[in-house]
């Protein structure tokens, strides 16, 4: 298991720093450490849930920060980059998982479809979030601040107030950037001829 | 796509927010100045607007929960490595408590658990399916299902115990917990050998079988739902639970829902796959999957499972590659020369296309792998033949039922249109079920022994004890089995008397005529008895036949029948009755050949008319009357080349009998000629070493050895002897004829010592019947003594032949020529010991008894070879000159001059000898030449006969020595 990390613990705010200070192998740890978090927490959710519930990403993320901060008093920054790293663990999780699907629907090795593997999710959803994922990765290229605003909330889950609360800056410029970026990733998938 | 350059995306960004939000005149007016300072800005901030102008709000607002909810929820439901159970361990589901993850598959997570309300000490599989499924309807199927489910008891499937849902909503089933291994991983792991594999598949074919007379289908058999122990014992996992997880698609052919239907593609059968009824044969294929798997370590076909659409196109394209085929590819000869046969067959049946082709169900395929396993042969047919049969009966009932019917009728060389005669009056559906136990005979053949050569080389007799041994084994219930049944004992037993294994067909027909003699007495039983008494009388139980066939005309009599078929038939039969048995029969005999003729011949031509003028043609052959039995025979073999669909065995058996008449009226050109066809027709019909074909041999030789062709004779009696003495045995009347026939070949072909050995064993072994030695004993012992004589062992010729005399005029008559043959022999002892008064004496009486001429042209000459060696010996030239002149005479006047060659070489080395004697050296020289050109051409190169005449005729010897030599 990647992480031996207990959440909360002292060596989550260590980490926290040593991110800050762009320590690259501080930055996987925690990242695994969160994936892993998030997946727990999720699995949890999804067992408890009745059938009509859908899993929240806001609430899988926010109870995850609320693990890891248990007992450290985090500073915005902290916090700031704790929310980036759940969302760029969701965004993994998620677009690997699509990934995934993508290679069983294209044919793969695989022999044997098992029985309900077939009935969960319509298969071009994975598509299309693969490529909102390339998309993605432009906007990087071109503009990382749009970037990270789209991974924040679409991937973390975050709100407008609650990005603007971690970025400090208004809600109207959070949600004009959002514009910004909306329209670039809607250009770029209609160039890529995804219709949505 | 390529990657925007930041500095030119963040202007086109700043413009974009300051033009968005406002109203679109002033924004165009903004968007003009832009596109007159910077075109390619304004058209990437026009591209920008439209984009947020498209998009609207909703454009990725809900975020990625919103986007794919499914996806997120599997992503993060997936399993992994070391998945976290500690959250769920230790709870309860129902009464269970959960103990260990034994695994997560695609129906959800399976755990060991145990009972919690201590009822049971039990250790469970729970499964706990997985959210997303129908709970309801899932539920609502178990509760239908549980009843049945609960009752399959077998010690080879896990049982279901329980079901319910859990606290959060999750349906549950609770299975009997099995350790053990999924069955390819446990024979892979101990590279278990082909039969183990074969006992493992035979047991889990039973326990299916067993699921399935409770009318429970398993629906996903796959090696990870066939467990085997640590003590090698098989267990089924799920059976049942595909039903319950998985609506019922039976009635639907909808392929779009292929998806929602539970099935493992590589193992679902075809009409599974198209989303038609699912029955046992359903399960059959699976079997069949996963032994194909066992045998040759891979799948039989590559599914591509990208769609259910393709997955359906892809069913059509399949071919199966044989799993002998396969293990050959891999290298592995010793494994491929296992599967080749039976095993191959086995598989392609299991896995046929269509569920009716295969395996009427798991039982049946257990019992053939067992069968298999046994050496026993298996009842698989190998689908490409039998496949196609199947289809072409379909189109083809009737017609089929009587080519195959016709086929085995060729199989075992045997008329043709007894089988249509007896098709014609079966209904469609009876000649269809014969026609399936012929093929299935064919069948049954072929899968035995795979090898089509050595199938093709089954004999006649093993097909037919084969077919003999389905019927003892079947046990017919319904009256159409019944009357099938009864069809094929008589068919069999029809074939049993055509291949001579009269005993065989006898017991048929008796088992038959006892069913039916259950009835009020038909035509149907008088057949019967007609045939059982014709293959009675073969075995030797003359009285029997004779009471069969006097049986059947008197129960055709009481149906009041006197123009049947059937009755000329019997009369025919009866007629043949008391032609063969000794005796005074014969006028009985031509009376009733007579009336069958008169019967059948209204009927048209037939093989029973044709076969009734033959037999009238021999009773007329042995009066003797040959011109009359001639005109019987013709009039036979014309019925016969007309009668339609007959056999053309029968016109050459109608030529064969001709041949005789012909010889018998020296028209030895016509009888050659005869049975020469006789013979090319049984050879090309059934094969130079048929017995027909051997017979006819018989005839041709003797035919040969009469016409002074001993040495071309001898082939074909030493092949026919060695047939009848096969079948026969040495001292049966026919070897006998025959032995007698080889011993004379020899002799007249020099072969002095061949033939004094063979007419010494046939002395001797007559002479032990009291019955044989009245026939054949005097022509036995007059052979003898000729043959003696020739080896020049005059007293006991003269013994053998003062034996023979009595004997041949007890047997033949006074005026027999068999008794001239006697008195020339005696006449020639005489000659040898010098006493050529006696052999004056002889003379005259022979000619006494012939009044004055011997009965043939060729004793004619002999007696005057005679009178001219007498004469010589005695010193009266001219009249030795005189008499050798005659027989020259004699010789050459004979229409068959050609098949006199013995006769003319003997007259002319008479000439020789008493030219020699009057010093006329010329004279004497050229007639020895033509004699030893006759002898050379006549005897047996290199047998002391002939070394000893080229001696003596040789030009380079001198006279003396010939004019010495009595004869």
């Not at chain 2, 984009?51 to 990625?64: H, Q, R, T, Y």
């Not at chain 2, 009888?671 to 051997?694: C, D, P, W, Y």
Request: with cysteine; aromatic share 6%.
């Amino acid at each position: 298991m990647a992480s031996e990390l207990e959440p909360g613990g002292p060596e989550i705010t260590a980490l926290l720093v040593a991110v800050e200070n762009g320590d690259r192998s501080a930055f996987d740890r925690l990242f695994e450490a969160v994936y892993m978090e998030l997946r727990t927490i999720a699995r949890r959710q999804l067992r408890g849930a009745s059938s009509a519930d859908t899993l929240s990403t806001t609430a899988l993320v926010h109870e995850a920060y609320l693990k890891f901060s248990r007992q450290a008093s985090w500073s915005v920054e902290n916090r700031r980059h704790f929310y980036a790293l759940a969302a760029r663990a969701m965004r993994s999780v998620v677009i690997d998982h699509a990934r995934k699907r993508g290679r069983v629907k294209r044919g793969g090795a695989r022999v044997a479809v098992e029985l309900d593997e077939q009935l969960v999710a319509a298969p071009e959803r994975a598509a299309d979030l693969l490529a909102v994922d390339e998309a993605l990765s432009r906007l990087e290229s071109a503009d990382p601040e749009l970037a990270q605003l789209v991974e924040w909330r679409f991937f973390g889950g975050l709100s407008i107030d609650e990005i603007a609360g971690l970025l400090d800056v208004s809600d109207r410029t959070v949600k004009r950037r959002w514009r910004s970026a909306r329209a670039f990733l809607f250009q770029d998938l209609a160039a890529q001829g995804i219709s949505t | 796509m390529k990657r925007p350059d930041p500095a030119h995306f963040a202007a086109a960004r700043r413009y974009f927010e300051d033009l968005a939000d406002l109203p679109p005149s002033t924004r165009e007016a903004r968007l003009v100045e832009v596109r007159e300072r910077d075109p390619e800005l304004a058209r990437a901030v026009e591209g920008l607007l439209a984009a947020d102008a498209a998009a609207g709000e909703s454009f990725l607002g809900a975020a990625v929960v919103g986007f794919a909810p499914d996806l997120l929820q599997e992503a993060l439901g997936e399993p992994e490595a070391n998945p976290p159970e500690a959250h769920v361990q230790g709870m309860l589901i129902g009464p269970y408590r959960l103990r260990v993850l034994l695994g997560r598959g695609g129906m959800g997570e399976v755990w060991e658990a145990e009972r919690a309300d201590g009822q049971f000490e039990q250790v469970v599989a729970l499964k706990l399916l997985k959210r997303g499924m129908d709970s309801a309807a899932i539920l609502a199927r178990f509760l239908r299902e549980r009843q049945i489910l609960a009752r399959l008891e077998h010690p080879n499937i896990a049982r279901l115990l329980d079901g319910g849902v859990a606290g959060d909503g999750r349906p549950y089933l609770v299975l009997e917990r099995v350790e053990g291994e999924p069955i390819d991983a446990w024979c892979r792991r101990r590279a278990s050998p082909v039969a183990e594999r074969l006992q493992l598949m035979i047991a889990v074919c039973e326990a299916v079988d067993t699921a399935h007379r409770s009318l429970i289908v398993h629906r996903d058999l796959k090696p990870s739902n066939i467990l085997v122990d640590a003590h090698g014992r098989v267990k089924l996992l799920d059976f049942g639970i595909a039903k319950l997880l998985s609506d019922e698609p039976a009635f639907e052919a909808d392929i779009t829902r292929l998806e929602e239907r539970a099935l493992t593609p590589a193992y679902a059968a075809p009409e599974q796959i198209r989303g038609e009824a699912v029955t046992t044969a359903t399960d059959v294929y699976a079997l069949g999957v996963v032994l194909y798997e066992l045998l040759a370590g891979r799948l039989p076909y590559r599914r591509d499972i990208g769609s259910a659409a393709g997955l359906v196109e892809g069913l059509e394209r399949e071919t199966l590659v044989r799993p002998s085929r396969v293990a050959a590819a891999a290298g592995d000869a010793r494994l491929s020369r296992l599967l080749a046969g039976d095993l191959d067959t086995m598989v392609s049946k299991a896995l046929a296309r269509e569920p009716a082709r295969r395996y009427g169900g798991a039982a049946a395929f257990a019992d053939d792998l067992q069968r298999h396993l046994d050496g026993r042969p298996v009842l698989a047919r190998p689908d490409r033949v039998g496949y196609r049969l199947a289809k072409f009966v379909g189109r083809h009932r009737v017609v089929v039922s009587v080519a195959a019917l016709a086929l085995l009728a060729m199989v075992v060389g045997t008329s043709v249109s007894v089988w249509q005669a007896r098709v014609a009056r079966l209904e469609a559906a009876k000649a269809n079920a014969i026609q399936k136990f012929v093929f299935g005979l064919f069948e049954v053949n072929r899968v035995r022994n795979p090898d089509g050569a050595k199938a093709r080389q089954t004999t006649a007799e093993e097909l037919l004890k084969l077919a003999a041994g389905e019927l003892e084994k079947a046990a017919p219930e319904t009256s159409t089995q019944r009357a099938v049944h009864a069809e094929l004992e008589d068919t069999i037993a029809d074939l049993f008397a055509d291949l001579g294994l009269h005993e065989e067909a006898v017991r048929l027909w008796s088992e038959l005529a006892h069913d039916l003699e259950g009835q009020a007495p038909d035509a149907r039983l008088a057949e019967v008895l007609v045939n059982r008494g014709v293959s009675a009388n073969l075995i030797g139980k003359a009285y029997e036949a004779r009471r069969d066939f006097e049986r059947a005309l008197a129960i055709l009599d009481g149906i009041a029948d006197t123009t049947s078929k059937q009755r000329g038939w019997a009369l025919y039969n009866l007629g043949q009755h008391y032609w063969s048995a000794p005796g005074k029969g014969d006028e009985r005999a031509e009376e009733l050949f007579r009336a069958a003729v008169a019967v059948l011949a209204p009927h048209g031509a037939s093989r029973e008319l044709a076969n009734a003028h033959y037999g009238l043609g021999r009773v007329l052959e042995s009066r003797p009357d040959p011109e009359s039995a001639k005109t019987a025979f013709m009039a036979g073999i014309a019925t016969a080349e007309a009668a339609p669909g007959i056999a053309r065995t029968v016109v050459a058996g109608g030529f064969q009998q001709l041949s005789r008449v012909q010889v018998a009226m020296q028209d030895f050109s016509g009888a050659e000629t005869s049975i020469r066809r006789a013979m090319a027709v049984f050879e090309e019909f059934a094969g130079k070493e048929h017995r027909l074909t051997l017979e006819a041999g018989n005839d041709l030789g003797r035919l040969l050895d009469a016409t002074d062709r001993p040495v071309e004779a001898l082939p074909f009696l030493e092949r026919a002897l060695a047939d009848r003495r096969a079948r026969l045995g040495p001292v049966h009347t026919l070897s006998i004829s025959t032995r007698f026939s080889l011993a004379q070949a020899r002799l007249h072909a020099g072969d002095l010592e061949g033939a004094l050995a063979d007419a010494t064993a046939l002395d001797r072994d007559i002479a032990a019947d009291e019955r044989q030695l009245a026939d054949r004993g005097g022509t036995v012992a007059l052979n003898l003594a000729r043959t003696l004589l020739a080896t020049g062992q005059i007293d006991a010729a003269e013994e053998q032949l003062t034996r023979a005399q009595p004997l041949l005029l007890a047997r033949f008559g006074e005026e027999s020529p068999w008794l001239v043959e006697a008195g020339l022999l005696g006449s020639e002892i005489a000659l040898v010991r010098r006493t050529p008064d006696e052999v004056r004496a002889r003379l005259a009486a022979v000619v006494a008894r012939t009044g004055g001429t011997a009965a043939t042209d060729s004793s004619r000459a002999r007696l005057e070879l005679l009178r001219s060696a007498a004469d010589l010996e005695l010193g009266n030239l001219p009249a030795a000159g005189e008499s050798a002149a005659k027989a020259v005479a004699i010789a050459a006047a004979e229409p068959g001059r050609s098949y006199r060659r013995l006769t003319e070489a003997a007259a002319w080395r008479a000439v020789a000898r008493v030219a020699a004697r009057e010093e006329r050296r010329d004279e004497a020289r050229a007639a020895a030449a033509s004699a030893l050109g006759l002898f050379r051409a006549t005897l047996l190169p290199g047998s002391s006969r002939l070394l000893e005449l080229e001696r003596e005729l040789d030009p380079a010897k001198q006279f003396a020595r010939m004019a010495r030599s009595p004869l």
